[in-house]
């Protein structure tokens, strides 16, 4: 789906969020919705170049916590495929959990991800503010997603490939019409990029910015849980 969504260039979206994060060595990452390991592995990946170039390298690790099981095992084919392993004292785990009400404890995770997931979820605010609540103070919060084209041109254009194409698309080469065309209604219901930044200060986070990908197709939220070092500075 996501390749008809993003003409087939989703991964290169991925790659620039990782980038963006820049993780260093020693992060704890949550990466809800991520059950295919699609964040997971490129956070690996990224933490462990950087590790390369450490002096004092400290063992980074991600949670993957998804609520579809059938998902998460196809994250841990996927790790097993790659040669990565998974469990305790390993770099990697897996978590089935509701982003609604996170499995996890408050203060835990140095920074949390979710690609491709937070359109689908029933209380988009309720997922804000569990990640508010288990990222530590000065953690950071980011969010890649379909999101709204502004040029008045190319959004009756993607318009028209989204709603016309796309749910034949689907019919086509998955024998499924009505998924793909709920996935394209449900990009257009999705909050804008600056109402979703707003959403995100009235959950908490601070220094809320965003990033058009493709002249908005997609775009990278990123938000960091300040206050409290705030009120411990003073």
């Not at 394209?184 to 804008?192: L, Y």
């Not at 959950?203 to 997609?218: K, P």
């Amino acid at each position: 789906m996501n390749d008809a969504m993003s003409l087939a260039i989703h991964r290169l979206w991925k790659d620039r969020f990782m980038q963006v994060l820049a993780p260093p060595p020693g992060t704890r990452l949550l990466d809800v919705a991520g059950g295919t390991g699609d964040i997971a592995f490129r956070f690996l990946d990224y933490t462990s170049r950087e590790a390369k170039n450490s002096d004092l390298p400290e063992p980074s690790h991600v949670t993957v916590c998804d609520i579809n099981p059938s998902m998460l095992k196809v994250g841990e084919e996927r790790a097993k495929a790659r040669g990565i392993h998974s469990g305790t004292g390993t770099g990697l785990a897996w978590m089935e959990g509701n982003a609604e009400e996170l499995p996890i404890n408050t203060e835990s995770v140095d920074a949390y991800t979710i690609a491709f997931g937070i359109r689908n979820v029933t209380h988009i605010e309720k997922v804000l503010e569990e990640a508010y609540r288990v990222l530590v103070p000065g953690g950071r919060f980011m969010c890649l997603e379909f999101s709204h084209v502004q040029n008045p041109m190319l959004k009756s254009l993607y318009d028209n490939y989204s709603f016309q194409v796309i749910p034949v698309i689907g019919q086509v080469i998955a024998g499924d019409y009505k998924s793909y065309q709920y996935l394209v209604e449900s990009i257009r219901q999705f909050p804008d990029q600056e109402r979703f930044a707003t959403m995100m200060r009235n959950a908490g986070f601070s220094m809320v910015t965003y990033e058009n990908l493709s002249l908005g197709i997609a775009a990278i939220h990123s938000g960091f849980k300040m206050d409290s070092l705030w009120m411990g500075s003073g």
